[in-house]
């Protein structure tokens, strides 16, 4: 099976695009207006772009009325952003915070979700989420689609500080995976969680490759 996408129609019964880009990691972004509403946010078009310095992207889909995702704005407007990092336990709450939802209602009230407050700017982040980057805005790039629902805005933006609970880590130094099982985005409604690793090495690679593979800067 094959087929065009700007010519034919998905010859499926479901669309395979999404399901064959996987798995995808949950961008699940906290921010706050300038008039001081919060908001909380999954989005599953989310990025590592480079480790020096680190920077992240996400990509945001508009409503299918035109209107752009409160995220994109409030970044935009206030220069700042949170990731928090979606698992296993926090599962119920990062769907319900996918929902559209008044703007006075916060989805952090909605979820039943404790609060902690980035270093660096007022935005809340996810007290029980074991990782998070404070991420200070860059630009955005505007990708006009076939539809309202098809545009999207692409966000860049720097990690000005990373916070790792104590608890998540190995004793050698490590994110302890396995036992914090972040989730991730597959296809159609699925999910997957990240329990099982291993390790690989490139043959030959020389220390500077390696550095550059584990993401340690210089």
Request: with cysteine; proline share 7%.
């Amino acid at each position: 099976m094959k087929y065009s996408p700007a010519t034919e129609r998905n010859p499926l019964p479901y669309s395979p695009f999404k399901a064959c880009t996987v798995p995808r990691p949950i961008g699940w972004l906290s921010s706050v207006s300038r008039d001081g509403v919060e908001n909380l946010a999954p989005y599953s078009q989310w990025q590592n772009l480079t480790f020096d310095p680190p920077m992240v992207m996400f990509s945001a889909n508009q409503y299918p009325d035109g209107r752009r995702k409160d995220t994109v704005v409030n970044a935009e407007r206030t220069g700042w952003f949170a990731w928090n990092m979606a698992t296993w336990e926090l599962r119920d709450a990062v769907n319900i915070s996918a929902m559209a939802l008044p703007d006075h209602e916060s989805e952090f009230e909605r979820a039943g979700l404790r609060r902690e407050t980035a270093d660096l700017s007022g935005v809340p982040m996810v007290a029980d989420s074991p990782c998070h980057f404070e991420c200070k805005y860059l630009s955005t790039h505007r990708l006009v689609g076939n539809s309202e629902v098809g545009t999207i805005d692409i966000v860049f933006a720097s990690v000005e500080r990373i916070h790792i609970a104590d608890d998540a880590l190995t004793p050698d130094g490590k994110l302890d995976v396995s036992r914090i099982q972040p989730i991730a985005r597959m296809g159609y409604y699925d999910y997957t969680v990240v329990k099982d690793t291993f390790e690989m090495r490139i043959p030959g690679a020389t220390a500077e490759a390696a550095d550059g593979l584990e993401g340690a800067a210089g």
